[in-house]
């Protein structure tokens, strides 16, 4: 089946399964590898991208959900947030001040996650945080996650 999704601002046209999971679509048919695969039941959010501004697990969203839609991964995060071409956006900056990654491997996923939220509300108490941000992190970087979003909020 012929899939059309605009990722990261670049158009495809794909012939995949339609019931191939995004994740895998981003991964292995595009090369975006930023995209992690955690869990595969949308529990841990290491797979989140953004699909339409709408943070959403691709470890379980099949392909043609997402036919016709804008979707933005970790690696055009920067891009859409108004970033210089090879630059951060504000949030990947504090990210990396307030040294929020140990192992690293479910910050994409984060990122995406948190930045949806920010985009929806620019002022996020810590109820909103702890009610949008369900992400998992093994390593426990939850004092300095809120520390970045604090950063970034206060700007």
Same mark, same amino acid.
């Not at 043609?64 to 949030?91: F, H, N, Q, R, Y």
């Given at each position: 089946?012929?899939?059309?999704?605009?990722? %990261?601002?670049?158009?495809?046209?794909?012939?995949?399964?339609?019931?191939?999971?995004?994740?895998? =679509?981003? +991964?292995?048919?595009?090369?975006?590898?930023?995209?992690?695969?955690?869990?595969? /039941?949308?529990?841990?959010?290491?797979?989140?991208?953004?699909?339409?501004?709408?943070?959403?697990?691709?470890?379980?969203?099949?392909?043609?959900?997402?036919?016709?839609?804008? &979707?933005?991964? !970790?690696?055009?995060? *920067?891009?859409?947030?108004?970033?210089?071409?090879?630059?951060?956006?504000?949030?990947?900056?504090?990210?990396?001040?307030?040294? =929020?990654?140990?192992?690293?491997?479910?910050?994409?996923?984060?990122?995406?996650? /948190?930045? *949806?939220?920010? $985009?929806? %509300?620019?002022?996020?108490?810590?109820?909103? &945080?702890? *009610? $949008?941000?369900? %992400?998992?992190? +093994?390593?426990?970087?939850?004092? +300095? !996650?809120?520390?970045?979003? +604090?950063? /970034?909020?206060?700007?």
């Amino acid at each position: 089946m012929s899939i059309k999704l605009t990722v %990261n601002g670049q158009p495809h046209e794909l012939d995949v399964e339609p019931e191939m999971p995004l994740l895998w =679509v981003l +991964r292995d048919e595009l090369g975006l590898t930023g995209t992690k695969f955690g869990c595969g /039941v949308a529990a841990c959010g290491a797979c989140t991208v953004h699909i339409d501004g709408v943070a959403t697990r691709t470890c379980v969203t099949p392909v043609e959900a997402a036919d016709g839609a804008e &979707i933005t991964t !970790i690696e055009g995060l *920067a891009a859409v947030s108004g970033a210089e071409e090879g630059g951060l956006s504000a949030l990947q900056a504090a990210w990396i001040a307030k040294q =929020v990654p140990q192992c690293g491997y479910c910050q994409s996923g984060m990122l995406m996650a /948190v930045s *949806a939220l920010l $985009a929806e %509300n620019p002022q996020p108490t810590d109820e909103d &945080i702890d *009610a $949008a941000i369900t %992400n998992i992190c +093994r390593c426990g970087t939850y004092p +300095r !996650i809120r520390a970045a979003i +604090r950063d /970034v909020t206060a700007a």
